[in-house]
């Protein structure tokens, strides 16, 4: 087995990594084969002498066009990181001419892009003031970031993290170190005149607006549960916005209930525009972590000045 490996290895070529790749995101050859500036038919060789490589078909061929196997999904995924992988590389020693020590991509989560950001990049600029690197941030959802880290589209992710909202996931290749818990508490504006219910049962709050994020989020299904763990129907929200610290602001202008991270919730706990409905049962807490592939920690030095300026701002 590992001969066989060994063999393929040396017979993969970079152009045999973007054929793939474009095969499987076009799904057809001809399409392939344009964005490659190939012609069709030496796009369909070169296709064959990679799956005779694996011994095995990568891709399913229909009138309807072509798609990955399992194993051709796999292939191509590593395809991608690879790409990925190379291209990071020739954009550091690209910006290594113009005294600028790469590019670090990051992913943040909404919430964390919202209220962490700017002091990561203040502390990230402090701890590197000479070599500061060209810093790419985007955001997205969890399972969204960690699908492009695992790809290698990102390098580091900075995100609140429930192991439950991503249980489908493989995260073998990543490390997910926790930077500090986050509580989700429920809160509301004094105007509302909420009573806590002594007895921290939900549903006694169902005759109140809520804001909640969508059905599709971890912690709209985590409230839901929480709800019907007590027998009753989830809160319908009068507000549906995904996005937390914008979230805890619709609360304290007594517009509903919500359900927002305490660190979101304590500058307007601080100024009286909220309270924190602490008597109810608690939910699980989130926490917020830094992830990045294993790989390349062996690489990639900025990691290490991340996580330092990460675990000062958390």
């Known amino acids: 087995m590992a001969t066989h490996s060994l063999a393929l290895a040396r017979r993969l070529r970079f152009q045999h990594l973007e054929l793939l790749r474009e095969v499987a995101e076009r799904g057809t050859l001809g399409e392939a084969a344009a964005a490659l500036h190939l012609s069709k038919p030496a796009v369909s060789k070169a296709l064959k002498e990679i799956e005779s490589g694996f011994g095995q078909p990568l891709f399913e061929r229909s009138?309807?066009?072509?798609?990955?196997?399992?194993?051709?999904?796999?292939?191509?995924?590593?395809?991608?990181?690879?790409?990925?992988?190379?291209?990071?590389?020739?954009?550091?020693?690209?910006?290594?001419?113009?005294?600028?020590?790469?590019?670090?991509?990051?992913?943040?989560?909404?919430?964390?892009?919202?209220?962490?950001?700017?002091?990561?990049?203040?502390?990230?600029?402090?701890?590197?003031?000479?070599?500061?690197?060209?810093?790419?941030?985007?955001?997205?959802?969890?399972?969204?970031?960690?699908?492009?880290?695992?790809?290698?589209?990102?390098?580091?992710?900075?995100?609140?993290?429930?192991p439950q909202a991503v249980a489908g996931m493989d995260l073998s290749r990543l490390v997910i170190e926790p930077l500090r818990e986050e509580p989700m508490i429920p809160v509301a504006s004094p105007a509302l005149a909420v009573a806590p219910p002594a007895s921290g049962r939900w549903r006694e709050l169902l005759a109140w607006p809520w804001i909640l994020p969508?059905?599709?989020?971890?912690?709209?299904?985590?409230?839901?549960?929480?709800?019907?763990?007590?027998?009753?129907?989830?809160?319908?929200?009068?507000?549906?916005?995904?996005v937390l610290a914008a979230n805890a602001g619709l609360a304290a202008a007594g517009l509903g209930l919500t359900v927002v991270p305490a660190s979101a919730a304590a500058p307007g706990i601080a100024a009286g525009r909220l309270r924190a409905l602490d008597t109810l049962a608690p939910l699980p807490p989130t926490h917020l972590v830094l992830m990045y592939r294993r790989v390349a920690a062996l690489y990639l030095p900025w990691i290490e000045v991340f996580r330092a300026a990460a675990l000062e701002v958390a």
Do not use: C
């Open 214 to 242: 969508p059905p599709a989020t971890h912690l709209r299904r985590t409230v839901d549960e929480r709800f019907a763990a007590e027998g009753a129907r989830p809160p319908l929200p009068v507000i549906e916005s995904p």
């Open 63 to 162: 009138a309807r066009g072509m798609r990955p196997t399992a194993l051709g999904a796999r292939v191509v995924r590593h395809a991608r990181l690879l790409l990925h992988e190379f291209r990071h590389m020739v954009d550091d020693v690209g910006d290594g001419e113009r005294k600028v020590s790469g590019r670090v991509r990051v992913g943040m989560s909404p919430y964390v892009n919202l209220t962490l950001a700017p002091g990561l990049i203040t502390r990230l600029k402090r701890l590197q003031p000479q070599e500061a690197a060209a810093i790419q941030v985007s955001d997205g959802w969890l399972a969204g970031l960690i699908e492009r880290l695992l790809g290698g589209e990102l390098d580091v992710v900075l995100a609140l993290y429930a």
